[in-house]
């Protein structure tokens, strides 16, 4: 059994930062990927940021070159540092973890094995103007 535990989100004005954190309790197998998601009201969820173990580092196009994730294996944690924070960043965002060894962004993003993907309750982040 896996437990996903986000914290940091909150309220931030337009071009703003704040840092998210996911702790992560269980059985992790080593190797894996994880990553976030964010799903604004009334959207679909979207892949936002991941840290795969093909090709490392990935970032959807809304959010390169503003978002940087990284994690502590040690600790088991995953943060995603927001910056330049936009209105149509706003969603709640979730923490992700594919504990099935090896994979790439489209394992990750796009088909994950439903059976070894856990996902956290989400942390609010709201922008305002």
């Known amino acids: 059994q896996v437990t996903l535990v986000e914290s940091g989100g909150g309220s931030v004005q337009t071009g703003g930062s704040l840092t998210l954190s996911c702790a992560a309790t269980?059985?992790?197998?080593?190797?894996?990927?994880m990553g976030w998601f964010r799903q604004a009201q009334g959207k679909e969820r979207e892949g936002v940021a991941a840290i795969v173990t093909v090709d490392g580092f990935k970032y959807s196009d809304s959010v390169q070159g503003r978002f940087a994730i990284s994690r502590d294996s040690g600790k088991n944690m995953l943060y995603l540092q927001m910056a330049s924070l936009k209105p149509e960043d706003p969603a709640m965002y979730y923490c992700?973890?594919?504990?099935?060894?090896?994979?790439?962004?489209?394992?990750?993003?796009?088909?994950?094995?439903?059976?070894?993907?856990?996902w956290g309750r989400g942390t609010q982040v709201t922008v305002s103007s």
């Open positions: 992700a973890l594919l504990n099935n060894g090896d994979c790439d962004d489209i394992d990750f993003f796009k088909h994950p094995s439903p059976s070894s993907l856990y």
């Open positions: 269980g059985y992790i197998h080593r190797p894996n990927c």
